[in-house]
T-cell receptor, first 114, second 113 residues
């Protein structure tokens, strides 16, 4: 069966510090991978998606970046965090081919920037 | 790009009553409309979805309706139970190679015992 792991679960960082959130998927190959952000009491905002290694599409211009160094690994990074980067970050995957549109989400990473 | 609007933002119902959440979308090419349930501190999980070639779909106590002409779709939960309390998200996407699921802002449903 497929599983998705996301870490760290909780992170408190000062303004201006770097960020690295990691996500890995097991039990599938060539998945589509996604990073979403959920601000407090708000919806899910699509940040990045990837259909293959090294292929990253950015949906929202900001100081965040994403990388996919391996087929089942997706990393969200920032060189210098802003207060507005605080939120709940969710990684998700979808089967790369086939009719299903279901996204499978990780448990999330809660980032607080102080 | 796609934009999804969702209403209401909060909904409180008595146990046993029905709950209805409504969404509209902007991209007429969208053809896949799922609904997700998010419990506190967790990632969302799919509860039901509908394709554009279908007007209604039902799964036990939950149902989804789609009006493609008006670009509206709705989630209906009947005989609500306290465990239905959660945040519900609608979403829309084109089912193509660059699949991007765009979510609504969410509805916090509270079922009062």
């Amino acid at each position: 069966s497929q599983t998705i792991h996301q870490w760290p679960a909780t992170l408190v960082q000062p303004v201006g510090s770097p960020l690295s959130l990691e996500c890995t998927v097991e039990g599938t190959s060539n998945p589509n991978l996604y990073w979403y952000r959920q601000a407090a009491g708000r919806g899910l905002q699509l940040l990045f998606y990837s259909v293959g290694i090294g292929q990253i599409s950015s949906e929202v211009p900001q100081n965040l970046s994403a990388s996919r160094p391996q087929d089942r690994q997706f990393i969200l990074s920032s060189k210098k965090l802003l207060l507005s980067d605080s939120g709940f970050y969710l990684c998700a995957w979808k089967k790369g081919q086939g009719e299903t549109g279901e996204l499978f989400f990780g448990e999330g990473s809660r980032l607080t920037v102080l | 790009g796609e934009n999804v609007e969702q209403h209401p933002s909060t909904l409180s119902v008595q146990e046993g009553d029905s709950a209805v959440i409504k969404c509209t979308y902007s991209d007429s090419a969208s053809n896949y409309f799922p609904w997700y349930k998010q419990e506190l501190g967790k990632g969302p999980q799919l509860i039901i979805d509908i394709r554009s070639n279908v007007g209604e779909k039902k799964d036990q106590r939950i149902a989804v309706t789609l009006n493609k002409t008006a670009k509206h779709f709705s989630l209906h939960i009947t005989e609500t139970q306290p465990e239905d309390s959660a945040v519900y998200f609608c979403a829309a996407s084109r089912m193509d190679s660059s699949y991007k699921l765009i979510f609504g802002s969410g509805t916090r449903l509270l079922v009062r015992p």
